[in-house]
């Protein structure tokens, strides 16, 4: 089987994915920008983007090479990895799933993703903005366990996912460089099994994407269960980075 080689950055909208600006292209193939990060730098390839994004925060052209990923592509790709009630409804965790799906990569490192949010100032790049992250959402309880999920997920196709930034973050991803991208260890994925039987079993699965619309279907103290079950397959690195 081949190895894979592609190399993808995550970019999001914090504060601190301006640092991105400068950032060398080399060590990426394909750089994902969420939403405005699209803004950031010029290089991007792929703008991925929920359904209800306001087409006045969208580029005016795409360049040779770049393309807009949206619900059409990515509830597809979500959904071959168990769906939204299980993976996480942020743009975040979307794009991390479908990066996986469609571009394969060895390394998917996120920036400007940590999901912190100051109380006063600004809470994006751009200045201060919805933080999706923060919604009532059933399927952001932990959003730690959702990373856990992500990167396990990651490690059973040999990718290795990480974070480019220091610091405090609800990502679990060891934190590395762009110098260093593959440094950082795959997590074990022998308890993945007994994992993904309990989700099968439950059943919350939402073909449409649109789980909020059967929000009252799913029972939160399952789904708390299943982020702990998560949390413990990620051992030992969410036991030591959960507070």
């Known amino acids: 089987m081949t190895e894979p080689a592609n190399r993808v ?27 405005n990060a699209w803004r950031i730098r010029p290089d991007w390839d792929v703008l991925i983007h929920p359904e209800d994004f306001p087409e006045k925060n969208q580029p005016d052209r795409i360049g040779v090479g770049q393309r807009i ?15 939204f009630v299980y993976a996480g409804g942020t743009m975040a965790f979307t794009a991390g799933y479908w990066a996986l799906a469609e571009l394969r990569p060895a390394v998917l490192a996120f920036g400007g993703c940590d999901m912190v949010y100051p ?32 990167a396990l997920f990651g490690a059973a196709q040999g990718c290795r996912v990480v974070r480019l930034s220091q610091g405090e973050s609800r990502l ?17 994925v022998d308890d993945m099994t007994a994992v993904l039987q309990a989700e099968k079993a439950l059943g919350y699965h939402v073909p449409s994407g649109r789980y909020w619309e059967v929000a009252d279907k799913f029972d939160t103290t399952n789904l708390d269960a299943l982020d702990q079950q998560w949390l413990k ?3 030992p690195i969410a036991l030591e980075q959960v507070v």
């Not at 619900?71 to 071959?80: C, F, L, R, T």
């Not at 959402?137 to 990373?147: G, H, M, P, V």
Request: aromatic share 8%.
């Open 233 to 235: 397959a990620y051992r």
């Open 119 to 150: 109380g006063t100032g600004h809470t994006h790049f751009y200045g201060t903005g919805a933080a999706d992250p923060l919604r009532a959402d059933i399927t952001l309880r932990s959003l730690e366990a959702k990373s856990a999920r992500l």
């Open 172 to 188: 679990l991803f060891p934190s590395v460089t762009s110098d260093n991208l593959s440094d950082a260890e795959l997590p074990p």
């Open 9 to 35: 950055l995550i970019l999001g909208s914090a504060p601190s994915a301006l640092a991105a600006k400068t950032w060398p292209r080399e060590p990426f193939s394909h750089i994902v920008a969420i939403n």
């Open 69 to 83: 990923v949206t619900a059409a592509d990515y509830v597809p790709a979500q959904n071959s990895f168990g769906g």
